[in-house]
């Protein structure tokens, strides 16, 4: 099981926001993070917790610290106002986090 | 260019099946694992299970075992997710997506099923 924290995320264009997933078992560092825009399909950020998908803007980081993992956006901008899941890709069956929603203030 | 482009919306009875088609480009098909994911309106995304396209190996999500099939064609580079015994918590938009190392790199575009009497 992945825990997301918040549910919801108040946020304003340029501010620096931190999303939250606890693990309920060791995972290792097999965490991903996706961004899925409405009505989009999910795209890929984070993979092995802290690594960069191909073409991620750089204000994008992820970290691990033990069974909990952390996604930072350092400026938020227009397109990332969004909802953001965590994965776990340790074990059978994968799970995602339930999710974190992040909006405009 | 990578692309898994999926079959179109459909509508269906309950009990009623359902197959959901994947074409794949832009990579060596049996190269790269297909994973199947859904999300039900307003929803968390559901990981269903896994495929093998060099081998045909599954693995499914428990609360799915005996409803899902999923299976692939090399010639056409086509994953396929057929969900049977459809209930209207079933409604949903169905993803592939091709994995790299466990996570989710590229994904489809989606099919919305509906399943409605």
């Known amino acids: 099981l992945m825990t997301q924290s918040p549910a919801t995320l108040s946020a304003s264009p340029g501010e620096r926001v931190t999303l939250s997933c606890r693990a309920d078992q060791i995972v290792g560092t097999n965490v991903a993070w996706y961004r899925q825009r409405p009505g989009q399909a999910p795209t890929l950020l984070i993979f092995g917790a802290s690594n960069r998908a191909t073409g991620l803007p750089g204000r994008f980081s992820g970290s691990a610290s033990g069974r909990d993992f952390t996604l930072t956006i350092s400026s938020l901008q227009s397109e990332d106002f969004a909802l953001y899941y965590c994965?776990?890709?340790?074990?059978?069956?994968?799970?995602f986090g339930q999710g974190t929603k992040v909006d405009i203030k | 260019q990578v692309h898994l482009v999926q079959s179109g919306a459909e509508v269906k009875k309950p009990g009623a099946s359902v197959r959901v088609s994947c074409k794949t480009s832009?990579?060596?098909?049996?190269?790269?694992?297909i994973a199947w994911v859904r999300q039900a309106p307003g929803q968390g995304l559901e990981w269903m299970g896994w495929?093998?396209?060099?081998?045909?190996?599954?693995i499914y999500a428990e609360e799915y075992q005996g409803r899902v099939t999923m299976t692939r064609d090399t010639s056409t580079t086509t994953a396929y997710m057929e969900l049977t015994s459809l209930r209207s918590d079933d409604t949903a938009v169905y993803y592939c997506?091709?994995?790299?190392?466990?996570?989710?790199?590229?994904w489809g575009q989606g099919t919305l099923i509906i399943v409605s009497s």
């Open positions: 997506a091709r994995e790299g190392g466990g996570w989710l790199e590229t």
């Open positions: 832009g990579y060596p098909f049996t190269t790269y694992n």
């Open positions: 994965q776990q890709y340790n074990t059978w069956p994968r799970t």
């Open positions: 495929m093998s396209p060099y081998n045909g190996n599954t």
